[in-house]
């Protein structure tokens, strides 16, 4: 999507090989409008996948997760990284975080998500699958199934995208970043 | 607005005499529709007081304050619960939780909003008031203007709705509820 690779050009920094900051539109400040053209394109790419449900997880994937959930007219759910007192039956898992190096649980409420619903998965990065992996965890508990994995930007280097492609999953990925080599992205694509 | 008064009434689950649950529709799954219908129901009411920033604190103001930002075509902050390692400039303050009891702390990135912005607040529930100070606090160290807050549903039984009138805010609720009594919802107006 050309006009994100700009955005991300001309608004995101380069921290290091392994890390883009992109918080002036989308993980901390967010730019509707070009929220609103990324959930154009993913609606393009999922429109008959016959999708009942959007699942993201909690924080910077809400955005793009409620733009896509109103252009395809299907409620989303985004999973917690803590669980509230109040839920009433919740399936729950672990999840690896390098970025904290520790690990955390999420979790979701089971009877949001049935067993006849097709899930579009949304999120904003992927590196190394390990909140992906979470998310494919309470889905499948759930007995729904996973038609696509809709990402803003990849980091193709990492191991996510390999693990999400071996298992079949329909990947469509907004960005595609396949180096990042003194200070420059150099995109997959 | 009667549609989530309904929405509540019909979906929500009164937990106590404070507690209501509206995670159906809201605060865990998300209600697209329902969302972009508070969305109108906000900038109708803010429409003139020009508006340049939303603000909100992660993380179930996210979708409302998304919503009403792509109505008035400006770009939102969501205030952060935990310090990403990669924040430039930060401006922090306290905020203390009565359903959790513990006091946390909030930041944001000073460059993201400045001394020309008129600011709306948004923000699921409005209870103590507890949230809506912090952000207050941090919207002026930025010396951004606040205009407005915008809150999905208020508990005026408890005391944010008086701080925020007396400090002469434009507080908008879309559902008040006066009094929460032997499991039935008492709307103030």
Redesign the interface.
């Known amino acids: 999507m050309q006009l994100l690779k700009e955005a991300i050009e001309t608004k995101g920094r380069v921290?290091d090989d392994k890390?883009i900051?992109i918080?002036?539109?989308l993980n901390?400040?967010?730019?509707?409008?070009l929220?609103?053209a990324m959930a154009d394109d993913l609606y393009e790419h999922y429109k008959d996948a016959g999708i009942t449900k959007i699942i993201t997880l909690?924080?910077s994937g809400?955005?793009p997760a409620?733009?896509t959930?109103?252009k395809m007219?299907?409620?989303?759910?985004?999973i917690?990284k803590a669980m509230?007192s109040?839920?009433m039956n919740p399936v729950t898992t672990k999840v690896f975080s390098f970025t904290k190096n520790k690990v955390y649980e999420v979790c979701?409420?089971r009877d949001?998500v049935s067993e006849n619903d097709k899930v579009l998965f949304i999120d904003d990065f992927l590196a190394n699958g390990e909140a992906f992996k979470a998310c494919e965890t309470l889905i499948k508990a759930c007995g729904a199934e996973l038609k696509g994995v809709g990402i803003v930007v990849e980091k193709a280097f990492q191991n996510g995208h390999k693990y999400i492609v071996d298992k079949g999953y329909d990947l469509y990925c907004l960005a595609s970043i396949d180096t990042i080599k003194d200070g420059k992205i150099i995109w997959a694509d």
């Open positions: 921290i890390i900051k918080d002036s539109f901390h400040q967010v730019d509707v409008e929220v609103s909690e924080t809400i955005a409620f733009a959930a109103l007219n299907v409620p989303f759910v985004f917690k509230p109040t839920m979701m409420e949001f």
